[in-house]
């Protein structure tokens, strides 16, 4: 009997071993789902314009609703592509947890067209020590990129054309300096072939811009540079303000078969007039990007301009976090959405081929 008590007293002993051991395993478990529902939480949204942020960013993500950021926002003119890539900028870094009113603030200020008071709009940010800035067009970024010199002030730019060529980034693969963020480039092969299509019989396009941004004389070279290849020759028009658009489209008037114009903030603050004097003359307006369409030119072929503005955010998201905008590349969108207004075209006097209807990705009554 005794032998059997210690048998018994044996397997007690082992049973209770087991379940303590399982209870421990349990608890390890427990443990590890809870680390990684935190790590999954923190971590950033990724883009394909800008490389992984670092660990330290990570962590800064759970302090995000404890802080409240300052952003100085600032664009060359008013108009409804800016307007939308702002749209896009806010909309998405709402999204990601940055709440106006509650943890973050945001100094908007647009100059309309003068660059002094650009330049002026640039040092008030750094004055009142933004935590960030995002500036909407080249000329913009160029006051910005100015004015931060000597701060640690992080700049997150949009809309602009060509950062290398306007000295704001070292090259398309990184920016080196503290500032990153999204091209509006549109290809402009992918345009004058579009353009070709409309109007098979085209000979000669006309082109309205301001020679004093430097994101437009890069379009309008590159649109010369194709004229040989594609066949066409180029008339140009260009104004220095809102206030010369009008004689500059005037002057293009029998001078050519039809009108492009670049992304360009003088003329697309003016566009009311642009496109009244090509309805009044029946001479065929193609925009640069889709708000142009919008307002009334007859199409393009471009990107999506408040995505353009998401992604921005995305960048300015893991700048507020502490990336190193210096390792970033030039973002991009693939142009890739046709845009048609029929009513425009019938102002103006267009037919579009049906085949060009059926590959749009938007039609305006």
Known sequence: MKKISLILLALLMVLSCALVASACGSSEETSTSATEAVTTSAAPQTTAAAPQTTTSSEAAATTVVDKKYKIGITQIVTHRALDTNRKGFIDKMTELGYVEGKNIEYLISIPEGDMTLAASIAKKFVADKVDAIFALTTPCAQACSEAVKGSN????????????????????????????????????????????????????????????????????????????????????????TSADVLAAIQSLVGRCDAVWFPTDNVVASAIEVVI??????????????????????????????????????????????????????????????????????????????????????????
């Open 153 to 240: 002030i992080p700049i997150v730019y949009c809309a602009v054309t060509d950062p290398v060529a306007a000295g704001l980034v070292d090259s398309l693969e990184k920016s080196g300096g503290n500032i990153a963020g999204m091209s509006d480039w549109s290809d402009i092969k992918t345009q004058m072939l579009l353009i070709k299509e409309i109007l098979p019989d085209l000979t000669t396009l006309g082109i309205i811009y301001n020679a004093g941004e430097v994101n437009s004389v890069v379009q309008a070279k590159e649109v010369k540079a194709l004229s040989t290849e594609l066949g066409y020759r180029v008339e140009e028009a260009t104004s220095a």
């Open 276 to 365: 009244k004097t090509c309805e009044d003359n029946k001479l065929p307006l193609f925009g640069s990007d889709t708000a142009h369409v919008e307002s009334g030119a007859l199409a393009t072929i471009g990107i999506d301009l408040y995505k353009l503005g998401q992604n921005a955010a995305i960048i300015m998201d893991k700048a507020l976090k502490g990336a190193d905008l210096s390792t970033f590349p030039v973002g991009r969108l693939e142009a890739n959405q046709i845009w048609l207004n029929m009513g425009a075209a019938e102002r103006m006097g267009v037919t579009f081929p049906q085949a060009v209807i059926d590959k749009a990705a938007n039609i305006i009554k």
